[in-house]
Nanobody, 129 residues
Framework: QVQLVESGGGLVRVGNSLRLSCAASGRTFSSAAMGWFRQAPGKEREFVAAISRSGGSTYYADSVKGRFTISRDNAKNTVYLQMNSLKLEDTAVYYC??????????????????????WGQGTQVTVSS
């Protein structure tokens, strides 16, 4: 498994930006497919964005497409989530996740929580008006 630590959350106004980081240790980071999920109060944890092992493929939930960008730096063992044009409904705890699967499987299952076997503790993002 991979140990994951998220950072970068906070309180921001509608329309502003935040960048989340997720530092990984343990299993070779470059062999891990990575994802971001979020969970708002009283709601299920939902998929936000994902990136393949090499970083060559990225995937987004429709609700964040065009506003959020996922990226990874394998030399720094870190995955990022750049969040622009934040909305009130983006308020949630954001979780970083890692999974062991290659590109073919990941391209079909990136949005499933079961695709990931390691999770961070989460970082709170609050968007206010």
């Amino acid at each position: 498994q991979v140990q994951l630590v998220e950072s970068g959350g906070g309180l921001v106004r509608v329309g502003n930006s935040l960048r989340l980081s997720c530092a990984a240790s343990g299993r070779t980071f470059s062999s891990a497919a990575m994802g971001w999920f979020r969970q708002a109060p009283g709601k299920e944890r939902e998929f936000v964005a994902a990136i393949s092992r090499s970083g060559g493929s990225t995937y987004y939930a429709d609700s964040v497409k065009g506003r959020f960008t996922i990226s990874r730096d394998n030399a720094k063992n870190t995955v990022y989530l750049q969040m622009n044009s934040l909305k009130l409904e983006d308020t949630a705890v954001y979780y970083c996740a890692a999974g062991p699967f290659g590109d073919t499987y990941f391209s079909r299952n990136y949005y499933l929580r079961s695709t990931y076997d390691s999770w961070g503790q989460g970082t709170q993002v609050t968007v206010s008006s």
